[in-house]
């Protein structure tokens, strides 16, 4: 089954450093995964940069393990030092639409 996740970072969505960051984050997705689809933006009041990306698993507890080594293997690639640890969530509205696709 494929399930989208939302991995949300403190501190690296701020106005001044949002874009560099997404697109260091961006890049890294794209060299290392690829297959996840990965979508990067920034809630630049919140100062929140967030990643938004489809991991398969047999269940939702495989597909979210996947989703956190995934992130961290992104994270290392990008070279990005998160100030407060990522933040995950289940997209469900995304994710009923790719299993109904």
């Known amino acids: 089954m494929e399930f989208t996740f939302t991995a949300s970072i403190e501190g690296l969505g701020a106005r001044s450093i949002a874009e560099e960051n997404a697109i260091a984050l961006l890049d890294a997705f794209e060299k290392v995964h690829p297959e996840v689809g990965a979508a990067v933006g920034a809630k630049l009041t919140a100062g929140v940069l967030e990643a938004t990306f489809s991991v398969g698993g047999r269940s939702l507890d495989d597909a979210a393990e996947a989703a956190r080594q995934l992130f961290a293997e992104v994270m290392e690639v990008s070279g990005l030092?998160?100030?407060?640890?990522?933040?995950?969530?289940?997209e469900a509205d995304l994710t009923e639409q790719v299993l109904a696709s």
């Open 81 to 90: 030092q998160p100030i407060n640890p990522a933040r995950f969530e289940l």
